[in-house]
Structures are given as C-alpha cells and as structure tokens.
C-alpha cells in the first residue's frame, strides 16, 4: 500500500515538472516569435546564447536596420554561431541601393556606433568585418583553397591611400586565427597564408597589380587622421600571427619542403621567409 501510493506521488510530481516544462517551452517559443527584440535580450542575460543570436537575427529580418543585424552578429560572434554571424555580416557588408542595408544608413550606424561605443573612427566597420572573415572561415572549416576569402579580406583591410591596416584586430588577423582553430583546416589554405603573408610584407599583392604598405598601430586604431599618430611597419605583427600559426600546425621546414615538392619552391621560400624573421625577433 504505501508502495503503491509512492509511484502515486512519483508519478504526480514527474506529470507536473513535465507539464510545467512543456508550459515554459511553449511560452519562450511564442516570447521568441511574438517579441523577437526582446527574447533576444532576455535570452543574452540568462546565458543562452546561441538562442540569443537567432532571435535577434528574426528580428533584424523583421526590422531590416543596420542595428539589429550589428546586434545578431556580435550574439552570434559570442554564441559562436558562425552561420548566423556569416549571414548578419553579408547583409550588413553587401550594400546597394536595391540591398536590405543602404550605404547612407550603414555609414549613419558605424559612425554613431563609434561614437557610442567611444571608438577611433572606422573601428566598428572593422570589427563587423572582422568578425564576418572569421566566421566565414569557420563555416569553411578553415579553408580557402581558391583564395577567394583571403581577396576580400584584403580589400576589408585597405585603407585610405595606399595602404593596409594590420592591427591585433582586424580581418586578416582573423583569417589567421580561424585557420589555426579549426582542425580540417587544409595544406592549400595553411600554406598559401604562408606566402600570401610574405607578398603582403614585399607590398606585391595580386601579381603586383596594386601596390599596398602595411602598417599597423600600437593602440589599435584605424583612421590615420587620429592623433597622435603611431604608424608602424606591420611585419612585426604579421610574424607574431604567421608563429602561431606555424606553431599550431606543427609546420617544419621538413614539411615545408614536402609540400613545396608537389605545388611549388615559393612555399618553401615563404615558409623559410618567415622562419627567419620569427628567429630574428626572438632573439632582439
């Protein structure tokens, strides 16, 4: 008897956590559609994230504003839910007239964004493009065979007249880092960095047709009309990254020299390039 009225009780207790959690899943699911905006708040402040950056992308679907898409990406950049942060960042970065985004309301946003934010100039373009190269490498499993990535990476670091930014924050900096954190990341792509890198630093980019200085700043900003002013070569940064990445794929010049075997001397000459420099700055 008193058996049989646990179950009861056990029974009891287990119908009504299973009601009760099926009466908040239909709760949430109707908040997230009825009030997207919202949802996505209350989702961040709790800790779910990836829920955070879906509901935040339906409601920059709903209100197609620069600001909620920027919104969607940084919850997605966190939530590390690269499909939503690829797809906010290419609405955001692929502007015409007949685009969700206009040119005008792009330009408004990022400039009153840095202004909230307190930002150099141009810092929240660049952390927009930024975060789109990474997760758009990631969605590739860290490989651009073609170069296709690292060509509009390039041109998301051009600057004003005739340079590059290269800074600890910037989408090159990211094209690195999403190769060294994903593990299918393939010999085309690790390699083809390697030299990428290496003409980047020689200024002979894309067959010399256009000629670019890389430069890099101490203190991360991005408009060269900021002051004070503290330009410098970026070399030093980029072989920071290229000895992370060399570090992480477990690069020799043995495999170096395996790998140039079949597709060219010039990833050999890049790895050893760097080798070089990396040895140089290690032992200043």
Sequence with gaps: MQSARKK?????????????????????AIFSLSAP?????????IGFKKMSARTGLREAQKSGLAEDYYTALVRANAAKSFDIAVYAGEILLNRDDNTIIKDTDYSDFVEAKDKELGCASGATANYIETVYVYALMR???GCDEKGEIWAKTV?????????????SVCPATAYVNAVIDSKKADDATIYGILLNFKLADENLLFGNANQFD??????????????????VDAQEAMAGDIARLIKAKGLTRESAETYAAEHGEKYVTAFNYWYEIINANTTK
């Design 8 to 28: 009861l009780i056990l029974s009891t207790v287990l119908k009504t956590v299973i009601a009760l959690v099926l009466i908040v899943i239909l709760f949430l």
């Design 37 to 45: 905006s919202g949802s996505s708040d209350f989702f961040y402040s």
């Design 139 to 141: 969605t590739n499993k």
């Design 155 to 167: 041109g998301y670091c051009e600057g004003k007249g005739g340079y590059h930014f290269y800074n």
């Design 214 to 231: 890389w430069i890099t700043t101490t203190d991360n900003t991005f408009d060269r009309s900021s002051s004070p002013v503290n330009y």
